[in-house]
Protein backbone atom coordinates (compact mmCIF):
# COMPACT_ATOMS: atom_id res chain seq x y z
CA UNK A 1 0.00 0.00 0.00
CA UNK A 2 2.91 2.48 0.16
CA UNK A 3 4.17 1.98 -2.87
CA UNK A 4 0.50 2.49 -4.08
CA UNK A 5 0.60 6.13 -1.80
CA UNK A 6 4.09 6.86 -3.33
CA UNK A 7 2.99 6.33 -7.22
CA UNK A 8 -0.15 8.87 -6.13
CA UNK A 9 1.57 11.35 -4.84
CA UNK A 10 3.81 11.23 -7.93
CA UNK A 11 1.12 11.65 -10.22
CA UNK A 12 -0.26 14.09 -8.41
CA UNK A 13 2.75 16.33 -8.17
CA UNK A 14 3.23 15.62 -11.72
CA UNK A 15 -0.11 17.04 -12.76
CA UNK A 16 0.44 19.90 -11.00
CA UNK A 17 3.85 20.32 -12.85
CA UNK A 18 1.97 19.94 -16.41
CA UNK A 19 -0.54 22.83 -15.23
CA UNK A 20 1.50 25.23 -14.08
CA UNK A 21 4.37 24.66 -17.17
CA UNK A 22 1.25 25.19 -19.64
CA UNK A 23 0.16 28.65 -17.90
CA UNK A 24 3.71 30.01 -17.55
CA UNK A 25 5.95 31.77 -19.70
CA UNK A 26 9.03 30.09 -18.02
CA UNK A 27 8.43 26.48 -17.73
CA UNK A 28 11.69 25.28 -17.06
CA UNK A 29 11.81 27.35 -14.04
CA UNK A 30 8.42 25.66 -12.33
CA UNK A 31 9.26 23.33 -9.37
CA UNK A 32 7.30 21.18 -7.69
CA UNK A 33 8.22 19.44 -4.68
CA UNK A 34 5.69 17.17 -1.88
CA UNK A 35 6.12 17.34 1.76
CA UNK A 36 4.80 13.75 2.94
CA UNK A 37 3.41 13.79 6.53
CA UNK A 38 0.82 11.29 8.69
CA UNK A 39 -2.28 12.47 7.19
CA UNK A 40 -1.52 15.36 4.57
CA UNK A 41 0.70 15.97 1.89
CA UNK A 42 1.75 18.93 0.84
CA UNK A 43 2.59 20.18 -2.84
CA UNK A 44 4.67 22.72 -3.00
CA UNK A 45 4.84 25.00 -6.32
CA UNK A 46 7.25 28.06 -7.14
CA UNK A 47 7.86 29.55 -10.62
CA UNK A 48 9.30 32.35 -11.75
CA UNK A 49 8.68 35.66 -10.15
CA UNK A 50 7.40 37.64 -13.37
CA UNK A 51 4.47 34.16 -13.84
CA UNK A 52 3.19 34.25 -10.51
CA UNK A 53 0.28 36.05 -11.37
CA UNK A 54 -0.67 33.56 -14.42
CA UNK A 55 -0.88 30.51 -11.93
CA UNK A 56 -2.49 32.59 -9.32
CA UNK A 57 -5.11 34.30 -12.15
CA UNK A 58 -7.15 37.23 -10.82
CA UNK A 59 -8.60 36.83 -7.81
CA UNK A 60 -7.09 33.74 -7.00
CA UNK A 61 -8.93 31.68 -9.77
CA UNK A 62 -6.62 29.92 -11.45
CA UNK A 63 -4.78 28.69 -8.03
CA UNK A 64 -8.40 27.35 -6.68
CA UNK A 65 -9.03 26.01 -9.44
CA UNK A 66 -5.82 23.44 -9.17
CA UNK A 67 -6.18 22.94 -5.76
CA UNK A 68 -9.92 21.80 -7.04
CA UNK A 69 -8.41 19.28 -9.47
CA UNK A 70 -5.93 18.09 -6.92
CA UNK A 71 -8.65 17.56 -4.59
CA UNK A 72 -10.73 15.41 -7.16
CA UNK A 73 -7.51 13.45 -8.33
CA UNK A 74 -6.56 12.42 -4.38
CA UNK A 75 -10.64 11.89 -3.56
CA UNK A 76 -9.97 8.11 -2.76
CA UNK A 77 -7.13 8.78 -0.59
CA UNK A 78 -6.84 8.67 2.96
CA UNK A 79 -4.01 11.83 3.14
CA UNK A 80 -5.21 15.54 2.59
CA UNK A 81 -3.64 17.25 -0.36
CA UNK A 82 -2.95 20.95 -0.08
CA UNK A 83 -1.66 23.29 -2.64
CA UNK A 84 1.16 25.87 -1.63
CA UNK A 85 2.37 28.46 -4.31
CA UNK A 86 5.58 29.66 -2.94
Do not use: C
Not at 68 to 84: F, L
Amino acid sequence: MAEENISKAESIKELVRFVAESLVDKPEEVSVTLKEEETSVTVQLSVAQDDMGKVIGKQGRIAKAIRTVVKAASVKEDKKYIVEIL
